[in-house]
């Protein structure tokens, strides 16, 4: 970009910054209360800690496509991933690295299990959970003991998938009480369990992916073994 | 129990999230057959819940059972569910049309992100919820750039990313608008907002709202948002352009109009002058690059930039109960239905001649007449010719613009018109020249020449069946 054209883009940064803080500093108070809401409607939502209940309950359906817009990056990264291409193996993993995973990663997946289970009654859930899980599958790569990969067989996808099928046949399933998503009372704190033990798993595949795909190096004979055979 | 399992409104939505799944979960380009029996199922739903709506009005569904500001409302109002027609309609023959183009071109992930593209779109025109809307969008967008980077060229590539950074930034002020909007008034449901911004909003819904147009027009692609358009639609594979043109900038578009007659009504006039002054510099614009443009795709691509700008053209025209907002849909519609069409056409004439240049065309009218004579039919629409949908809402607009005096709109949407006619005819002269000795045909599926021409046809023909559209356009919530 040219001196003139970035002057322009500065200044509009600028002014749009001016803009913002005065619109804050001007800020009206809120007409509707929905942390009142929440505080309120916590106790029928099946789970203690509000966070869990508005992103699993009452603004589930959001969620719900946000975990289809996270399968949906790894997707777009696999339409441009060209697994037919050549390319070079990695380099081999240090030995230290290589035991300090062998360490880390049963805690890892330790933490990830409690996370889960915390996300009822206080900070955690299956997003939380997942990127645990995520990280430990890039530190278990790094090390050299995961492979990488960019075409994923089917019980991969399985893997990647499946938090998002589980949590959309509970949304298609609950219909029959009257509304998408709409959990039964009594249910309502099992059902959300479920979908989040999906979600932590999915997530940590999908996380884990947005990095394997790019670490992913056609000709190394490791990965290429696992791929599959295109017909 | 039975009836609220089988309410068509929250099946347009999981549908096709469920037949995108498994199309993943298949994986190797599997999945046509599936998407077309179920886009079949999603055409008629979208008609029973046309029905429904005609027969009892509006319909709100409370996901979770919670209702507004709490949970999120899904709306079925007439807008909407005209919106959800199209898309259905436009996306049958041309899932069809995929399955065979497919055969000839291979691909891995074209099903999946195609239904997840559709159920964005669906979930898009039944949410009322700002924040939902901006997930749809999410969804929508990064299906639509997955789709631009199919092939796998480094153009493709370029395209796609230059298409993902514009997309993402366009997002990223929606979102910004809609976090100001839910700190000043604490909801972002849109029945919620509509009675608390009244006449004359504080700076900060002001803002709000302009970096939400600003980020919505620039997904529409509006001039001066337009670059990233024509090499996206006009480098994607032929099925690809077709829904990028004919259903994913209208999504954007949507929005807009929905905030405008819904939560923002307030502000809209004070940006009403300033789209309808883009409109009309995209029209010329468009038409003209369309005009000087070699490649057949880009043609069509740049007659998306010209057509999309008839739609901000109802802007300054619009009042309630008017004109303007049905020749809005309306041209919605048909370019919709027209843009389809023509880049399904497109697509045959470049397998065809296995060439992308309008030199490349010469003697292709005695190989694909289908095809050019579906090509035609959409140029109909486009440019405006009596009956077709494009003709009526070009004379809705001319009669809205002149009943208001307003009467320089005019000039614009005749030289468009001309315009356009120009482009078109460009295509056809060549395609009937006679064909260069050396010239080589290859054959192409013939399914694929008649879906083209059942989508220009329908556009063409929904012009005799506006009086229901206009109808249902008229279900609105009850105030």
Redesign the interface.
Known sequence: MNGPARLAVGGLAVALAG??A???L???S?????RG??AM?LSASGVEHPVTAVLL??????TL??I??L???L??M???A?PESGGSPPAAADPMLRTLAGVAVPLMILAAGYLLWAGAHRPGGAFQAGAVLAAAAVLLHLAGRLPAWA??K?ML??G??GG??VF?AV??IL?????????PLEHAGALILLIEAGLTLSLGLILAGLFLVLAWHPASPSESAGE?S?S | ??E??L?PL??L??LP??WA?LA??W??GRGGRLAIAALAVQLALALILAAQVMAEGARV??????GA????D?LADGLSVLMLLLTQAVALPLAVYARAYFSEVAQ??FW??TG?LL??LN?LFLSADL??LY??L??LS??A???V??G?KPAQ?AA?LRYLLVSLTASGAYLMGVA?IY?????VSLA?LAP?IGPDP???TR??AGLMLAGLLAKTALFPFHFWLPPAHGGAAAPVSALLSALVVKASFYMVLRLALGPFAPLAELAALLLGVLGATAILWGSWRALTTHHIKMLVAWSTVAQLGYLFLIFPLLQPGGEALQAGVMQAVAHGLAKAAMFAAAGVLMLSTGRDTLEGLAGVAGRVPVTLFAFGLAGVTLMGLPPSGGFLAKWLLIEAALAQGQWPWVAVIIAGGLLAAAYVFKVLRQAFLLAPAAAHFHPVPRVMEWTAFLLAAASVLIGLRATEGVELLGVEVAP
């Open positions: 803009a913002l005065a619109a804050i001007d800020l009206p809120a007409a509707v209360d929905l809401a929440v409607n309950n009452f603004r589930g359906y959001d496509l946000e289809a817009v399968l949906l990056a997707l777009g696999l339409a441009v060209k075409s994923p089917r996808r399985l990647l998938a998002f099928l959309l949304s298609a219909l029959s009480e009257g509304a998408l998503l709409r959990y599959e295109k | 129990m039975a609220a399992f309410d929250p099946w939505i999981v999230l469920a799944s993943f979960l994986g190797d569904h409370a996901v979770g059972g919670w500001p709490l949970g999120i899904l891995t992930h999946p992100l997840f159920a964005a979930a924040f939902n997930v749809t999410e969804l990064l299906a750039v997955g789709l980077a199919l796998g590539a796609a100001l700190g000043a008034y604490g909801t919620g608390l504080p700076l900060i803002l709000a």
